[in-house]
Each structure stands twice: as structure tokens, then as C-alpha cells.
């Protein structure tokens, strides 16, 4: 097992599935033999309205899963880029859906700086519900954190009662992940 722990810090529109894409890399940490926990936060407007979550995963036991300055972050909108990017701990990692904020100096601290317009990406699929997957093949396939198979079993499970959403929900992580 990786001796590992990351704090993770996912943002976004309500509606962009922020939590679900916060479900999905808790459930490929568990899958990969490592203690996830996921700690989704709601506001008064859920659709439309910022939201986030975060999730820390380590290969030791998790004591809170509360997070004050995440070392990566999944921020899928600019009103959440300007929210939470102050928050990036130094060197840290910073994924953004380009097709919906811009960084331009929003991260201090020397980021490594993900930017794929995962919303564009997703409309040429034909479903942008998918956004949120794109972005996260093209965090997993930069930051190296899950092998493959375990985000594809995740996805599996996350969506196994929608076989068309488990279809392109995968398609959408591999073109996350070719992104460069």
C-alpha cells in the first residue's frame, strides 16, 4: 500500500455534479485499498449556487474530514475559482475547466495549474454532465494518483443503474485523460 495522503478540494456550480465527481474519487481511493472520506457541503441553492466538497485520502486513518488549505484542488467554474484558489496550500495542484474560468493569477503559491475545457469537451459528447468526468481523467492523468481502474470501477459503480451514463462517463475520463 502507497504511503500517501491528500486532501482534495472539488468546486464547481450546483448541478455540475461536484459532489458526485467528490463520490467517485472517494470510492477509487477505497477501491485502491486506501481510507477516503467524503464531506459534501450544501448550501441554501443547490442548483445554479456554488457548491463543493472535499475529500481526504490517506493510507492511514483519517481523524476529520475537514480540510483548511487543500494540497489539490478540481474547481469547475470561475465564481468557485475565486471562492476557494486562495486556499491552494503551496505547490499545490490546481485542475480548472478552462471552457468556464480563467486563472490568471487567481493561485498563488506556484501551483502546478491543470486547464482543460472540460465543459467544450463534453457538448462534442454530446452530454455536458460529462464535464465533471473530463475533468477528472485530466487531473488523474496528470497528478498519477489512481491508476485507471480503479476510477473506471468507480464510475461503474457510481453509475451501474444508467448503463448509458456509465458508457459516457468513461468515454468522458479517457478524453480527460489524452488531454494535454
Do not use: W
Not at 500500500?1 to 491528500?6: D, N
Not at 468546486?11 to 477501491?31: E, N, P, T
Not at 465543459?119 to 489512481?146: H, W, Y
Amino acid at each position: 500500500m502507497k504511503k500517501l495522503h491528500e486532501e482534495i478540494l472539488i468546486a464547481g456550480a450546483g448541478g455540475q455534479g461536484v459532489l458526485q465527481l467528490g463520490r467517485i474519487i472517494a470510492r477509487a481511493a477505497i477501491q485502491s485499498g486506501l481510507n477516503a472520506t467524503f464531506y459534501p457541503t450544501y448550501g441554501a441553492e443547490i442548483r445554479g449556487g456554488t457548491a463543493n466538497c472535499s475529500v481526504r485520502i490517506s493510507a492511514d486513518e483519517i481523524s476529520s474530514p475537514v480540510i483548511l488549505s487543500p494540497g489539490k484542488m478540481i474547481i469547475l467554474n470561475n465564481p468557485s475559482l475565486l471562492k476557494f484558489a486562495g486556499k491552494l496550500r503551496e505547490n499545490g495542484t490546481l485542475a480548472v475547466n478552462s471552457s468556464l474560468a480563467r486563472v490568471n493569477g487567481a493561485a498563488k503559491g506556484n501551483p502546478l495549474v491543470i486547464e482543460i475545457p472540460a465543459t467544450e469537451i463534453a457538448l462534442s459528447m454530446g452530454d455536458v454532465r460529462c464535464a465533471n468526468t473530463v475533468i477528472l481523467g485530466a487531473f488523474a492523468g496528470k497528478t498519477g494518483l489512481f491508476e485507471e481502474e480503479f476510477l473506471v470501477s468507480a464510475i461503474r459503480e457510481t453509475f451501474g443503474h444508467k448503463p448509458g451514463a456509465v458508457k459516457i462517463n468513461l468515454r468522458a475520463l479517457k478524453k480527460g485523460m489524452a488531454h494535454k
